[in-house]
């Protein structure tokens, strides 16, 4: 049916993408060093697009501590595969060539009709030679860095060659083949190097960002950890669940971190770190969303725990958005480097926006509920702690929503125009309403002296007559909580027992305070959805020793 449809249409768009993630991760492409590792040349006549490289003049460039930014052409060589034309035959061959220009010249440097030179050209001095990428003359050759593969011999060994880059601005890197032999691979290496290091100009900003978050986050631990160590023995689940949101947060900070300065150190990308920090990103996410929609069912608020047919689908939500959200996290790191195409951009992003949808859908409606049943008990200060945060979570969500619009607007622009803010929109803006919603998780659940009010508990209601109250020991309200009110069937004893827990009571023979209402001619009030019977009324709760 149209379900099913939908169903292996989301299954196939899920397995484009990891085949993607998979060659994206474990390809060869990697950061500002183009390895070429017996890379086969293309086919006659022909070009590949292999690469787009971020670069800063050294004017522009934020860090200029390492010099003038450049170009290299590392041990480059082509090795023969055919056993009838080895190297040592072509050593004249100079067809396969790799270039390095600016993306805005590319259509003005590259005419599709016609991309190789020819004999033509040479007369009319367009070119030095035949069967060679042919280039527009117009354009400033010191835009444009071209580099001649050959095949090694005695009088033409490995090649190197570096050129300083003096513009800003975004470099496609070119293979071409404009011969007639296409038995051959390429090896060596493709070097562009900032300023700063070898951090493309897309990246860079991303290092000082987590540096930073990793501060914060510290500061947020030792906050937490300040005030858990100060009312240790009022903490429930929900404040541990906090700090379990904080030491994830605190460690993707650090990951990405690191894995920005070494990428920044070395040249490529690390590809256990890359992954364990994207990892602990979608983890992150994940355990937020699943902790927040808990707390929304009731979870620990007004009931002890979930049935078991919801925790099947939350369950089954958080493997199916871990897998499709490590994807997505994975396609938006490598789509300025490899030039994706918007179609699949969005293709891969879809189905973790339809989760997303789905989950704020069922955040929100669990939330109303809540609400509407904490206003039916009659717990006013669980109320208001849930009124408060709909609030700020409609108010995030307003904000990611216009964010996400505006992403989606910023695509259509060049990658020319929007690639030195690009991390604003990626990681900046997400990172930071995040911060804000767990600061404002971090400011609602703060561990204090009456934290044990908002656990699973019932909150006697309030009254006009402050006389006429329920559950009042030496001036103090009376909080049931989970485990210290029996169910009715199991006796009027258990009961007893167990309410005698909940107070504190002792079976000794201290003189004791009467729980109940104050007049005498009054019915006994509902108490967590159980009725109080005149005995029960009377059950004494113990004096403080």
Request: proline share 3%; hydrophobic share 45%.
């Amino acid at each position: 049916g149209p379900r099913a449809m939908a169903m292996m249409a989301v299954l196939a768009t899920a397995t484009r993408c990891a085949a993607l993630h998979f060659l994206l991760s474990w390809g060869t492409a990697v950061a500002q060093i183009y390895p070429f590792e017996a890379t086969q040349v293309p086919k006659n006549r022909t070009l590949h697009t292999l690469y787009a490289f971020y670069v800063f003049s050294e004017q522009e460039a934020p860090d200029k501590s390492l010099g003038k930014p450049f170009v290299e052409f590392n041990g480059l060589a082509c090795h023969s595969t055919s056993a009838s034309r080895p190297d040592a035959t072509l050593g004249s061959y100079q067809s396969v060539q790799l270039s390095i220009l600016r993306y805005r010249d590319f259509w003005n440097v590259i005419n599709p009709k016609q991309i190789c030179t020819t004999w033509g050209d040479v007369v009319q001095n367009k070119a030095t030679a035949k069967d060679m990428l042919r280039v527009q003359r117009q354009i400033n050759q010191q835009d444009i860095y071209m580099h001649t593969v050959r095949f090694p011999n005695a009088s033409h060994p490995k090649h190197y060659e570096k050129r300083t880059v003096e513009k800003t601005g975004v470099y496609i890197l070119i293979f071409s083949n404009c011969g007639d032999f296409d038995d051959a691979t390429v090896s060596g290496n493709v070097v562009v190097k900032n300023a700063y290091g070898f951090l493309p100009g897309n990246e860079y900003y991303k290092m000082p960002f987590y540096g930073w978050l990793l501060l914060v986050y510290a500061g947020l631990a030792l906050v937490w950890l300040g005030l858990s160590f100060r009312w240790w023995k009022e903490l429930f689940h929900m404040q541990n669940c906090i700090a379990a949101v904080i030491l994830f947060g605190l460690l993707e900070a650090f990951m990405w971190y690191i894995f920005y300065s070494d990428w920044n150190a070395q040249g490529v990308r690390g590809k256990a770190v890359f992954i364990f920090a994207t990892l602990l990103t979608v983890v992150k996410s994940t355990f937020s969303y699943m902790l927040v929609l808990v707390a929304s069912l009731g979870w620990g608020v007004t009931r002890p725990f979930l049935d078991r047919p919801v925790m099947l689908k939350i369950q089954l939500l958080c493997f199916f958005y871990i897998v499709l959200d490590f994807i997505r996290e994975t396609v938006l790191s490598y789509r300025h480097s490899h030039t994706l195409s918007l179609a699949f951009v969005l293709l891969c992003l879809l189905p973790v926006s339809l989760l997303n949808g789905g989950i704020f859908y069922w955040i929100f409606t669990a939330l109303s509920n809540l609400m509407e049943t904490l206003k039916e008990r009659g717990q006013t200060e669980k109320l208001t702690l849930f009124e408060r945060l709909w609030k700020f979570l409609i108010w995030t969500l307003t904000a990611a929503t216009f964010t996400l619009l505006f992403q989606i607007l910023n695509l259509t622009k060049s990658v020319t125009e929007r690639w030195k803010y690009q991390w604003v929109l990626s990681d900046g803006i997400s990172h930071t309403l995040y911060l804000l919603v767990l600061a404002a998780m971090m400011y609602l659940w703060k561990p204090h002296e009456n934290s044990q009010r908002y656990a699973y508990s019932t909150q006697v209601d309030d009254c006009e007559n402050s006389g006429a109250q329920l559950g009042i020991v030496g001036g103090r309200t009376v909080w049931a909580q989970h485990g210290q009110l029996a169910d009715d069937d199991e006796g009027e004893q258990d009961d007893a027992d167990s309410f005698w827990a909940t107070t504190g009571g002792r079976t000794g023979g201290t003189p004791a305070d009467v729980i109940g209402v104050s007049g005498p001619d009054q019915e006994g009030r509902r108490f967590d959805g159980e009725r109080l019977t005149p005995d029960s009324a009377a059950v004494a709760a113990a004096a403080s020793a």
